[in-house]
Protein backbone atom coordinates (compact mmCIF):
# COMPACT_ATOMS: atom_id res chain seq x y z
CA UNK A 1 0.00 0.00 0.00
CA UNK A 2 0.97 3.57 -0.61
CA UNK A 3 1.73 6.11 1.81
CA UNK A 4 4.00 8.22 4.12
CA UNK A 5 6.67 6.37 6.52
CA UNK A 6 7.83 8.91 9.18
CA UNK A 7 11.23 7.41 10.97
CA UNK A 8 11.95 7.48 14.07
CA UNK A 9 8.82 7.77 15.78
CA UNK A 10 10.25 8.78 19.11
CA UNK A 11 13.60 10.69 19.31
CA UNK A 12 15.21 12.49 22.27
CA UNK A 13 18.29 14.69 22.29
CA UNK A 14 20.11 16.91 23.85
CA UNK A 15 20.20 20.35 23.76
CA UNK A 16 23.40 21.43 21.17
CA UNK A 17 22.79 18.14 19.15
CA UNK A 18 21.42 18.65 15.30
CA UNK A 19 18.62 15.52 14.54
CA UNK A 20 17.54 15.08 11.77
CA UNK A 21 13.82 13.22 11.13
CA UNK A 22 13.39 10.87 7.80
CA UNK A 23 9.93 11.19 5.60
CA UNK A 24 9.88 8.65 2.75
CA UNK A 25 6.84 8.70 0.73
CA UNK A 26 5.83 6.16 -2.44
CA UNK A 27 2.81 8.00 -3.76
CA UNK A 28 4.50 9.46 -6.69
CA UNK A 29 3.32 12.82 -5.29
CA UNK A 30 5.61 15.62 -6.76
CA UNK A 31 4.75 18.07 -3.19
CA UNK A 32 5.94 17.33 0.04
CA UNK A 33 5.49 19.40 3.36
CA UNK A 34 6.83 19.51 7.32
CA UNK A 35 4.66 20.69 9.88
CA UNK A 36 5.29 21.13 13.60
CA UNK A 37 2.23 20.03 16.54
CA UNK A 38 2.80 21.52 20.19
CA UNK A 39 -0.05 20.18 22.52
CA UNK A 40 -3.28 21.53 22.08
CA UNK A 41 -2.54 23.57 19.27
CA UNK A 42 -3.17 23.30 15.30
CA UNK A 43 0.26 22.55 12.70
CA UNK A 44 3.14 25.06 11.83
CA UNK A 45 3.77 24.88 8.50
CA UNK A 46 8.05 24.79 8.55
CA UNK A 47 8.94 23.82 4.94
CA UNK A 48 7.33 22.61 1.93
CA UNK A 49 8.53 21.31 -1.24
CA UNK A 50 6.90 21.79 -4.94
CA UNK A 51 8.98 19.74 -6.68
CA UNK A 52 12.98 17.66 -6.67
CA UNK A 53 15.73 20.00 -5.24
CA UNK A 54 13.37 23.10 -4.84
CA UNK A 55 11.84 23.81 -1.20
CA UNK A 56 9.99 26.63 0.72
CA UNK A 57 10.22 28.43 4.09
CA UNK A 58 6.91 28.02 5.69
CA UNK A 59 6.05 29.80 8.53
CA UNK A 60 8.08 28.67 11.50
CA UNK A 61 11.46 27.92 9.39
CA UNK A 62 13.91 28.93 12.12
CA UNK A 63 15.89 26.54 12.96
CA UNK A 64 15.25 23.83 10.29
CA UNK A 65 16.95 22.72 7.39
CA UNK A 66 15.52 20.32 4.56
CA UNK A 67 16.66 18.95 1.43
CA UNK A 68 14.63 17.50 -1.54
CA UNK A 69 17.36 15.30 -3.25
CA UNK A 70 14.51 12.57 -4.50
CA UNK A 71 11.33 12.74 -5.04
CA UNK A 72 10.68 10.65 -2.82
CA UNK A 73 12.37 11.98 0.08
CA UNK A 74 12.14 14.82 2.48
CA UNK A 75 14.37 14.53 5.70
CA UNK A 76 13.92 17.64 8.35
CA UNK A 77 17.50 18.56 10.35
CA UNK A 78 16.63 20.33 13.46
CA UNK A 79 19.39 22.74 14.62
CA UNK A 80 20.78 23.77 17.55
CA UNK A 81 19.35 26.93 16.52
CA UNK A 82 15.85 25.35 17.07
CA UNK A 83 15.28 27.32 20.72
CA UNK A 84 12.53 24.92 21.97
CA UNK A 85 12.29 21.85 19.22
CA UNK A 86 9.95 19.51 21.61
CA UNK A 87 7.14 18.73 19.62
CA UNK A 88 5.60 16.55 17.14
CA UNK A 89 6.71 16.70 13.57
CA UNK A 90 4.36 15.91 10.73
CA UNK A 91 5.42 15.17 7.46
CA UNK A 92 2.86 15.16 4.42
CA UNK A 93 2.91 14.82 0.60
CA UNK A 94 -0.22 15.85 -2.52
CA UNK A 95 -0.39 15.85 -6.31
CA UNK A 96 1.45 19.45 -6.78
CA UNK A 97 -1.16 21.40 -7.47
CA UNK A 98 -4.78 22.18 -7.62
CA UNK A 99 -7.07 22.80 -4.45
CA UNK A 100 -8.98 19.40 -4.58
CA UNK A 101 -5.78 17.88 -4.35
CA UNK A 102 -5.76 16.21 -0.89
CA UNK A 103 -2.81 16.09 1.74
CA UNK A 104 -1.27 12.35 3.22
CA UNK A 105 0.27 12.81 6.17
CA UNK A 106 2.53 10.41 7.76
CA UNK A 107 2.28 9.15 11.43
CA UNK A 108 4.23 11.65 13.34
CA UNK A 109 7.96 11.99 14.83
CA UNK A 110 8.02 12.94 18.69
CA UNK A 111 11.32 14.96 19.48
CA UNK A 112 11.89 15.29 22.80
CA UNK A 113 14.86 17.45 24.29
CA UNK A 114 16.34 16.91 27.47
CA UNK B 1 -3.99 34.74 10.07
CA UNK B 2 -6.41 31.73 9.94
CA UNK B 3 -8.74 31.48 7.34
CA UNK B 4 -11.51 29.48 8.93
CA UNK B 5 -13.13 29.60 12.61
CA UNK B 6 -14.67 26.78 14.15
CA UNK B 7 -15.68 25.93 17.60
CA UNK B 8 -13.04 24.53 20.22
CA UNK B 9 -14.49 21.46 20.87
CA UNK B 10 -18.34 20.14 20.60
CA UNK B 11 -19.71 16.85 22.57
CA UNK B 12 -22.37 14.10 21.05
CA UNK B 13 -23.26 10.92 21.65
CA UNK B 14 -22.75 7.40 19.89
CA UNK B 15 -24.99 6.73 17.34
CA UNK B 16 -26.45 10.19 16.88
CA UNK B 17 -25.57 12.80 13.84
CA UNK B 18 -23.13 15.29 14.22
CA UNK B 19 -22.91 18.62 12.55
CA UNK B 20 -19.09 20.07 13.22
CA UNK B 21 -19.70 24.09 11.55
CA UNK B 22 -16.75 25.89 10.02
CA UNK B 23 -16.63 29.45 9.07
CA UNK B 24 -14.90 30.82 6.59
CA UNK B 25 -16.27 34.47 5.40
CA UNK B 26 -13.53 35.48 3.20
CA UNK B 27 -13.10 33.03 1.05
CA UNK B 28 -12.49 33.59 -2.53
CA UNK B 29 -14.10 31.52 -5.58
CA UNK B 30 -11.63 29.32 -6.18
CA UNK B 31 -11.40 27.98 -2.63
CA UNK B 32 -12.03 24.31 -2.19
CA UNK B 33 -12.80 23.67 1.67
CA UNK B 34 -11.43 20.55 3.47
CA UNK B 35 -11.86 18.69 6.25
CA UNK B 36 -9.00 16.36 7.97
CA UNK B 37 -9.12 14.49 11.33
CA UNK B 38 -6.66 13.83 13.99
CA UNK B 39 -7.05 10.76 16.11
CA UNK B 40 -4.12 11.33 19.38
CA UNK B 41 -0.81 10.88 18.79
CA UNK B 42 -1.78 10.01 15.17
CA UNK B 43 -0.98 11.92 12.03
CA UNK B 44 -4.21 13.45 10.48
CA UNK B 45 -6.17 11.87 7.74
CA UNK B 46 -8.08 13.19 4.85
CA UNK B 47 -12.51 13.33 5.36
CA UNK B 48 -14.20 15.18 2.65
CA UNK B 49 -13.64 18.42 0.44
CA UNK B 50 -15.67 20.33 -1.83
CA UNK B 51 -15.85 23.46 -3.62
CA UNK B 52 -19.59 24.54 -4.09
CA UNK B 53 -21.70 21.57 -3.85
CA UNK B 54 -23.05 19.27 -0.94
CA UNK B 55 -20.64 15.99 -1.45
CA UNK B 56 -21.02 12.70 0.22
CA UNK B 57 -18.70 9.69 1.21
CA UNK B 58 -18.21 6.70 3.16
CA UNK B 59 -17.20 8.69 6.13
CA UNK B 60 -18.71 11.62 6.13
CA UNK B 61 -21.00 14.42 4.23
CA UNK B 62 -20.40 18.38 3.83
CA UNK B 63 -22.63 20.78 3.43
CA UNK B 64 -21.65 23.71 1.77
CA UNK B 65 -24.05 27.24 2.48
CA UNK B 66 -24.78 28.74 -0.63
CA UNK B 67 -22.89 31.64 0.01
CA UNK B 68 -20.29 29.58 0.23
CA UNK B 69 -19.19 31.40 3.96
CA UNK B 70 -19.63 28.42 5.89
CA UNK B 71 -19.61 24.65 5.67
CA UNK B 72 -20.61 21.61 8.30
CA UNK B 73 -19.35 18.31 7.90
CA UNK B 74 -21.71 15.90 9.29
CA UNK B 75 -21.21 12.50 11.26
CA UNK B 76 -24.41 10.72 10.04
CA UNK B 77 -23.82 8.12 13.10
CA UNK B 78 -21.25 9.01 15.99
CA UNK B 79 -19.05 6.03 16.73
CA UNK B 80 -16.47 6.31 20.00
CA UNK B 81 -13.85 5.77 16.86
CA UNK B 82 -14.61 9.34 15.45
CA UNK B 83 -13.70 11.06 18.66
CA UNK B 84 -10.89 13.12 17.37
CA UNK B 85 -9.80 16.91 16.38
CA UNK B 86 -11.33 18.13 13.07
CA UNK B 87 -9.86 20.55 10.85
CA UNK B 88 -11.40 22.68 8.76
CA UNK B 89 -8.91 24.39 6.14
CA UNK B 90 -8.97 26.32 2.61
CA UNK B 91 -6.86 25.12 -0.57
CA UNK B 92 -6.41 27.28 -3.02
CA UNK B 93 -7.31 26.26 -6.36
CA UNK B 94 -5.87 28.83 -8.42
CA UNK B 95 -2.53 27.42 -8.39
CA UNK B 96 0.59 29.33 -6.97
CA UNK B 97 3.01 29.55 -4.29
CA UNK B 98 -0.24 30.06 -1.96
CA UNK B 99 -1.93 26.61 -2.82
CA UNK B 100 1.18 25.15 -0.74
CA UNK B 101 0.74 27.39 2.09
CA UNK B 102 -1.81 25.45 3.88
CA UNK B 103 -2.97 26.46 7.83
CA UNK B 104 -4.42 24.22 10.05
CA UNK B 105 -5.92 26.15 13.09
CA UNK B 106 -6.99 24.77 16.15
CA UNK B 107 -10.02 22.62 14.84
CA UNK B 108 -12.58 21.17 16.71
CA UNK B 109 -12.00 18.94 19.55
CA UNK B 110 -14.69 16.02 18.76
CA UNK B 111 -15.84 14.02 22.14
CA UNK B 112 -18.36 11.05 21.92
CA UNK B 113 -19.82 9.60 24.70
CA UNK B 114 -21.17 5.80 25.24
Known amino acids: DGGITQSPKYLFRKEGQNVTLSCEQNLNHDAMYWYRQDPGQGLRLIYY???????QKGDIAEGYSVSREKKESFPLTVTSAQKNPTAFYLC?????????????FGAGSRLTVL | DAKTTQPNSMESNEEEPVHLPCNHS???????IHWYRQLPSQGPEYVIHGLTSNVNNRMASLAIAEDRKSSTLILHRATLRDAAVYYCILRDGSGGGSNYKLTFGKGTLLTVNP
Open chain 2, 26 to 32: TISGTDY
Open chain 1, 92 to 104: ASSIADGGANVLT
Open chain 1, 49 to 55: SQIVNDF
